[in-house]
Structure formats: C-alpha cells, structure tokens
C-alpha cells in the first residue's frame, strides 16, 4: 500500500513512523503548501516523492493519505482525497464546523472510501475496558458521565496560527470519549470564556457545559488551560446501578483507570508519579501518545485491506465536533441547543 502524507509539522512525523511498522506499506509521497517546508520534511525522513499541491499527489498513484495540516485545511484535503477516490485518515478536530464536516463525510461516502478520524486515545487500555464492559454488560445502562480538565496552556502555544480553544483542541478528545460510551448526545447547554489569557488568542481558555444524550443520561465537562501547574483530565461514567469508571490522562498523554467499581473485579492500578505534574512539554505528550496513534494509524490500513470501516470512522468524529459546535452556540445566545 502506498500511502501519501499531507502537512509536515509533528504530527505528521508520527505518522510516518507508525506507517513504517506496517509490512507492507510505504510512504511514498508527502505534500505541503510550502515547499520548502515539504523537501526539508522528505529528506529528513527518506520520502522520495515531494508535492506542493494535494491533487497533485494523490493524482500520482497513492492508495491513501494521512491529512495532518491545521485544521482549517482538513475539509480541503479530504475532499480532494475523495475526488480522487483515495482512502483518507484525517486528524482531529475533523473540520473547524459541522458544514464542512458534513461536506467531507458525504463526499467520502459517495466516493466509496474509507475515512477514518484519528481520536487515539480511544485505544488507551483503560478507555477500551469501559468500552468492553459496557458491550458485555458488566457495566450500564448508564445514566451520567463527566469530564473535569484543568491543563495548562500559555500565551506562547495560542501564539501559534490555527490554535484552537480548550473544546476543540483538548478536551474534544475526552467529549470523544463520553459520546462513546454514553450515545448520541441530543442537547447542549454550555458557556465557553477568555478568562485568564488576553482575549486577543481569539478562542476560548475555559468552559462549562452540560450535554443530556438520547438515553436520557447527563453529563458535565468543566475545562480550562488556565491552571497552573495543569493537573491532568479525569472522564468518568456511571450506571443506574452506582457502579463507576473512570479515565485520568495524567499526565498528559497518559491514562489510566482511576476509578472501577464493577463488583467482583479487582480495583485500578494507579499508574502516575506522584508530585509530577501534568506541565509536560508539547514534544513529550505526542510521544506519551505515539504508540496509541501507531495502534489506530494500523487500524486504519486493516480497514482499508479488509473493505470495513475503520475503528473511528468521519461519521464518529463529526458528533464531538456537534458537541463542541453546540457549546459555541450555546455560549451565543444563552439557550440551549437541540443536536439533530
């Protein structure tokens, strides 16, 4: 399988790591809007083929593409992907709204690809325990979840162009997590601020939401980069019957079972230092991350051998994107925001 890469900042280097442990694929091509940019990123990982325009590549004979640009150039690389009937694993957030969401997720469908979202930490062990436990029914129906994050961000990181806030950059990964095991969501209510960083970083450092899904459960989120030093993030759920699970991704990149109170098993197995804090730098939590990339990025290639959907298809990623979409517009006008 030859597969192309889109975009050349550290994400996509993660890529092309975990694509190169897969027998039978190689990374035969990247492109960038910046050339420079793209041949600097190709010698230095070997990549004999080097494109500063996406149809360009993918018209060159490539099975699949990784999109790993901001996100605002998401929509434009998977489009183009399905114009040219090239399976696509794009990066999370899918797109920077639910329009374009929705225009890559048809575009791909009527295009008979597959179209996977990266949301890696659905493959922490401790994530897919809960995910298992409720297909087997150790755990459920539930009826309520959380997510308290408090995480530390600083002017340098928003300084950065295309940054997103708390929601869309961190916390829709734990959002991801909730709508997996809790459903769809069907209404939002939420407030999103610039309370600690001047308002000038044009997305919001803090927010508070509650989110009711079809089943009738409820769910909180508190969020901020406003907390010095960061203290991690803690997503739970919690069954009709009081029994509770619980992630903490401590430090960033990490998570663990914090909580397990499923009768008859044994309880977690608490897996941070402690007194570390969560105050990593960016490089450090994308390596903590790594290997569970590496275990989707394989996913996805399975998927496209085998003719099945991958494990986080685009239609799955589009509903944190709801979420999150719901919440800024909740935030607008004060009322709550009935999803579809």
């Not at 399905?82 to 639910?98: F, G, S, T, Y």
């Not at 029914?137 to 308290?148: A, D, E, F, K, Q």
């Not at 994308?286 to 991958?310: C, K, M, N, W």
């Amino acid at each position: 399988m030859r597969v192309g890469v889109l975009g050349c900042g550290a994400i996509a280097r993660i890529h092309v790591a975990a694509l190169r442990t897969i027998a039978g694929v190689e990374v035969t091509a990247v492109a960038d809007v910046v050339p420079r940019r793209a041949h600097a990123f190709a010698a230095e990982h070997g990549i004999p083929h080097v494109f500063a325009d996406v149809e360009l590549m993918l018209a060159g004979g490539v099975d699949a593409v990784t999109v790993c640009t901001p996100h605002a150039a998401h929509e434009a690389g998977v489009l183009a992907a399905a114009r040219h009937r090239v399976h696509v694993l794009c990066e999370k957030p899918l797109a920077n709204d639910v329009a374009q969401a929705k225009r890559m997720i048809v575009a791909a469908e009527g295009a008979g690809i597959r179209f996977g979202a990266i949301f890696q930490r659905r493959f922490w062990p401790a994530a897919a325990r809960i995910r298992a436990a409720l297909d087997d029914g150790r755990l459920g129906p539930l009826i309520s979840g959380g997510v308290v994050a408090r995480l530390h961000r600083d002017a340098g990181y928003y300084a950065e162009p295309g940054r997103g806030g708390v929601l869309m950059t961190q916390v829709i990964h734990h959002i991801d997590l909730l709508q997996w095991w809790l459903g769809r969501a069907r209404r939002v209510t939420g407030h999103r601020a610039t309370l600690a960083n001047d308002r000038s970083i044009g997305v919001e450092d803090t927010a508070g939401v509650l989110i009711e899904f079809a089943s009738g459960a409820i769910a909180t989120v508190q969020a901020g980069t406003t907390f010095r030093p960061g203290l991690g993030v803690q997503v739970w759920v919690s069954d009709a019957a009081g029994r509770t699970a619980g992630v903490t991704e401590y430090p960033e990149g990490v998570g663990f079972t914090d909580v397990w109170t499923v009768p008859g098993e044994p309880p977690p197995i608490l897996r941070y230092e402690p007194g570390r804090t969560a105050d990593l730098p960016l490089a450090d939590v994308h390596d903590r991350l790594a290997p569970f990339h590496a275990v989707q990025i394989a996913d996805f290639v399975a998927a496209v051998r085998d003719g099945r959907e991958p494990a986080v298809t685009g239609r799955d990623a589009f509903h944190s994107l709801e979420i999150v979409e719901a919440v800024y517009a909740s935030s607008r006008t004060g009322r709550t925001v009935e999803l579809g």
